[in-house]
């Protein structure tokens, strides 16, 4: 077992208090000092475990996203059907500022330069994140035949993520998505049928 000074112990205390001081003040107004201060260490040991702020701001943002994408795909795990797990990745989306998954959408779209030199290149998209986490479901829904069988996934992933983005964050004047039957008869109605014609 690790002792309470160890190094590993101290970069997961670091990168906690990342988060901490992000959540309460996000990219730009975190400093080094604060987060050594949250963590309780001295600045020049933050300074062995990362090199600069914009290293430790990114480890925390990689958990973050590691662990939003880990829970949805548990979520979804249980849900039958390509249009019911979309009608749950929607209304789970309408949440993400309720949720751990809330300080990854606030940075993203409050401070998306900083966040992107933070997040780097691996997790800074948020569409191609979406695609990439809608795929599986693509393919296990052109398996079943739910979808068209020659659907290229990539392809339909991104759209669907874009789809599932719009429904999540943007209000509109005839769909009320907070209500998941008016949701599941609006994605049987445009999305299903976008999926099962042929490409």
């Known amino acids: 077992m690790a002792s309470p000074d160890s190094p590993r112990s101290v970069r997961d205390r670091l990168i906690d208090a990342a988060e901490e001081c992000m959540r309460a003040k996000g990219i730009r107004a975190t400093t080094v000092s604060e987060v050594a201060e949250a963590a309780g260490v001295s600045r020049g040991w933050l300074y062995r475990h990362f090199p600069d702020k914009v290293t430790l701001l990114g480890a925390a943002i990689v958990r973050l996203n590691n662990a939003y994408w880990t829970d949805a795909h548990a979520m979804l795990a249980s849900i039958d059907g390509l249009d ?35 997040a780097g290149a691996g997790v800074q998209g948020l569409v191609p994140d979406l695609a990439d986490f809608w795929s599986r479901y693509l393919v296990a829904a052109r398996d079943n035949g739910e979808i068209h069988p020659d659907t290229d996934i990539d392809d339909a992933a991104e759209w669907v993520a874009r789809v599932i983005l719009s429904l999540a964050t943007m209000p509109g004047q005839r769909l009320d998505a907070n209500n998941a039957d008016e949701l599941l008869a609006h994605v049987r109605r445009y999305v299903m049928p976008g999926l099962k014609a042929q490409p």
Do not use: S, W
Request: net charge negative; hydrophobic share 35%; aromatic share 6%.
């Open 84 to 118: 019911n797990q979309m009608v749950t990745g929607i209304q789970h989306g309408r949440t993400a500022y309720d949720d751990p998954g809330a300080l990854l959408m606030k940075l993203r779209v409050e401070e998306p330069d900083e966040f992107a030199a933070c």
